[in-house]
């Protein structure tokens, strides 16, 4: 079920919201976790709402790592109305950012890497002055999202994996990213322009979510002026993924994976309560506290081979469990706003073959998709060394935006193409520079 869709309303006009949490951050004082916190508290009437009203709002600091709040960064949160995997109504939240002072010439939906079931993971918590979630991917991407504020843009980083932390769940990332653009643009406090241009953003578990919100955009908010999204390691197909990560030195991946999509997949979960034994449960269940990086740590060369009670390839045969795989497999449906799609050919996480796939499977559709493959980098030093280039493609399509009539402009580079080092392109320079200014600024609590 897909959602009407629906232009961003304003917080004023909807009816008297529940409790809102807090208007602000307490100095000192650390934030609540997400399951704790009453701002997202379900108001009366949530399913009469249009996808993306705002509910509620509040004010508050973003850190990095927690600890050095950031002052030239003005930030609210925004509860608002989405939809689930399911087509059922739900409580979303974003976090909008903005340089203190400016007026931002775009806005970017920059979709974080979860990457985990646990809150602490959680964008609307990580990125918050006073936030302890040490191995949260989240609080290292705040020196990226600092470079886009920079740059004159106004960002929302929403928390894509929903409440429960359904990690590499399909479609619903894509309207909470969405909904989140239209609750960005609603708010009145960061009195951004209704008509703002969006860019989308996101890298590794972030660039999945980035490709469901392109995928899902067409349908379910047609209206968003969308220039064009960056699909950095997409990850392409997640049940390839969990078979090529199992039992290597990331298989902490694939089990919170798992541990998040049984809550989603009631077939799954009775897979599990069948063929797991109890320590392989266990297992899951403490993965839903851990951060990426204890995932990893802790559960390195683990095999899900040592927890079931048939092998693994027969479980994986299962019915209930091809249908999840199937689910989650990228590329079905057509974006409509141009791509770039980025990926190391030596990745240890993401299989190359499996992100080549899901970009043959936009372009078959009619996609317009331009494919850069890095021969210098892995999964983890992309994400820098890849940037710049990244970064200079979104700013190009918001300037050919601002250029030309909707129609007019040329459209932008299509095809695939293999660099030996996306990092030394002259047109990264700049931007490395310009990035490490920002670094030594956001350590500096100046981001």
Request: net charge negative; charged share 20%; hydrophobic share 40%.
């Amino acid at each position: 079920m897909t959602p009407r869709s629906a232009r961003p309303v304003r917080a004023s006009r909807l009816p008297a919201p529940g409790p809102t949490g807090g208007t602000q951050d307490a100095r000192g004082q650390a934030p609540r976790r997400p399951h704790e916190d009453d701002f997202l508290d379900t108001p009366p009437g949530l399913a009469q709402l249009a996808p993306g009203a705002v509910i509620r709002s509040r004010r508050v600091r973003v850190a990095l790592l927690g600890l050095v709040p950031q002052q030239r960064i003005e930030a609210w949160q925004v509860a608002y109305r989405s939809t689930d995997l399911h087509g059922d109504p739900e409580v979303a939240v974003t976090t909008v950012m903005r340089r203190r002072g400016a007026v931002p010439s775009g806005l970017v939906a920059y979709q974080c890497a979860i990457d985990a079931v646990s809150d602490r993971c959680f964008p609307s918590y990580a990125l918050r002055a006073g936030a302890r979630a040490w191995g949260a991917l989240p609080q290292f991407e705040i020196l990226l999202i600092a470079r886009l504020l920079d740059l004159g843009y106004a960002v929302s980083a929403c928390d894509h994996e929903g409440r429960l932390g359904t990690f590499a769940a399909p479609r619903e990332p894509g309207y909470r990213v969405l909904d989140g653009v239209r609750a960005a643009l609603a708010l009145e406090d960061a009195g951004l322009p209704g008509d703002l241009p969006v860019g989308m953003f996101g890298y590794s578990g972030g660039g999945m979510a980035t490709s469901w919100a392109a995928e899902m955009a067409p349908t379910h908010a047609p209206e968003l002026p969308i220039v064009g999204a960056v699909l950095g390691s997409p990850v392409g197909d997640p049940g390839e993924a969990f078979i090529k990560l199992n039992g290597g030195f990331f298989a902490g991946l694939p089990a919170l994976v798992v541990a998040g999509l049984r809550h989603v997949y009631p077939g799954l979960a009775e897979v599990v309560r069948e063929h797991a034994s109890s320590e392989g449960r266990q297992r899951l269940d403490r993965l839903e506290q851990l951060t990426t990086t204890e995932a990893c740590l802790r559960y390195a060369l683990d095999d899900f081979d040592d927890y079931l009670d048939s092998p693994l390839a027969d479980v994986l045969a299962l019915p209930e469990v091809l249908h999840v795989f199937d689910d989650l497999r990228l590329g079905h449906h057509a974006p409509t706003c141009p791509l770039l799609v980025v990926q190391s050919r030596w990745d240890q996480i993401i299989d190359v073959d499996d992100v080549d796939s899901q970009v043959q499977r936009y372009a078959d559709r009619g996609a317009d998709v331009l494919y850069l493959r890095d021969g210098a980098s892995e999964h983890i030093s992309l994400m820098l060394l890849g940037f710049p280039v990244m970064l200079g493609w979104l700013e190009r399509r918001f300037e050919d935006h601002r250029a030309a009539c909707p129609g007019v402009a040329a459209p932008p580079a299509t095809g695939n193409r293999d660099h030996l080092s996306l990092a030394l392109l002259p047109s990264s320079w700049s931007g490395f520079a310009g990035l490490g200014a920002v670094a030594v600024r956001t350590v500096l609590g100046r981001g």
